[in-house]
T-cell receptor, first 112, second 115 residues
Framework: QQQVKQSPQSLIVQKGGISIINCAYE??????FPWYQQFPGKGPALLIA?????SEKKEGRFTISFNKSAKQFSLHIMDSQPGDSATYFC???????????FGAGTRLFVKA | DVKVTQSSRYLVKRTGEKVFLECVQD?????MFWYRQDPGLGLRLIYF???????EKGDIPEGYSVSREKKERFSLILESASTNQTSMYLC??????????????FGPGTRLTVT
């Protein structure tokens, strides 16, 4: 019940295209849903996050769409750039943030 | 800027050795975490600590222990390293979440190889 399922495992997008990564969860006790971005040789860094009382959050080219009834959320990267090439992890946290469950990750490659 | 540093970027140890991985954060965060990262499995929580001398098991604590004697420092200990503990180890810290962000700040990772 604590899993967060992420798809696809890998994604290749043309420069200027839209990248979409999907995640699904089971446990309704999660109350914080972040996306982390990781470049090779670096630790993950928070990209954007959402709480379940909001259906969408946008920060620049990055948007989280959240469907509470379906227990799904997704990351959309508009106008994808080669510099966006990285591994993206969705995650879900319980209240207080003491425990966060991460998805398996999506390797995004944006072709120039 | 929050900084989380890990003692080594790369480490090679032999089976049966005792291994210490150290993590230091400079932002006075209450929470600290140890994860291991494996391809196709994402990040899996080994242990976390919400205060000095306090620790809680994560999802995969077997074969590991931790120590937090000072607020800024969180150590991961492999009592007797085994080859299946070859992995990337990530340390993270965060403030206590009180309805705001639960953002975790990660170190660069330690790639441990056990031969």
């Amino acid at each position: 019940q604590q899993q967060v399922k992420q798809s696809p495992q890998s994604l290749i997008v043309q420069k200027g295209g839209i990248s979409i990564i999907n995640c699904a969860y089971e446990n309704t006790a999660f109350d914080y849903f972040p996306w982390y971005q990781q470049f090779p040789g670096k630790g993950p860094a928070l990209l954007i996050a959402i709480r379940p009382d909001v259906s969408e959050k946008k920060e620049g080219r990055f948007t989280i769409s959240f469907n509470k009834s379906a227990k799904q959320f997704s990351l959309h990267i508009m106008d994808s750039q080669p510099g966006d090439s990285a591994t993206y992890f969705c995650a879900a946290s319980f209240t207080g943030g003491f425990k966060t469950i991460f998805g398996a990750g999506t390797r995004l490659f944006v072709k120039a | 800027d929050v900084k989380v540093t890990q003692s080594s970027r790369y480490l090679v140890k032999r089976t049966g050795e005792k291994v210490f991985l150290e993590c230091v954060q400079d932002m006075d965060h209450e929470n600290m975490f140890w994860y291991r990262q494996d391809p196709g499995l994402g990040l899996r929580l080994i242990y976390f600590s919400y205060d000095v001398k306090m620790k809680e098991k994560g999802d995969i604590p077997e074969g590991y222990s931790v120590s937090r004697e000072k607020k800024e420092r969180f150590s991961l200990i492999l009592e007797s390293a085994s080859t299946n503990q070859t992995s990337m180890y990530l340390c993270a810290s965060s403030l206590v979440g009180t309805g705001g962000s639960y953002e975790q700040y990660f170190g660069p990772g330690t790639r441990l190889t056990v031969t």
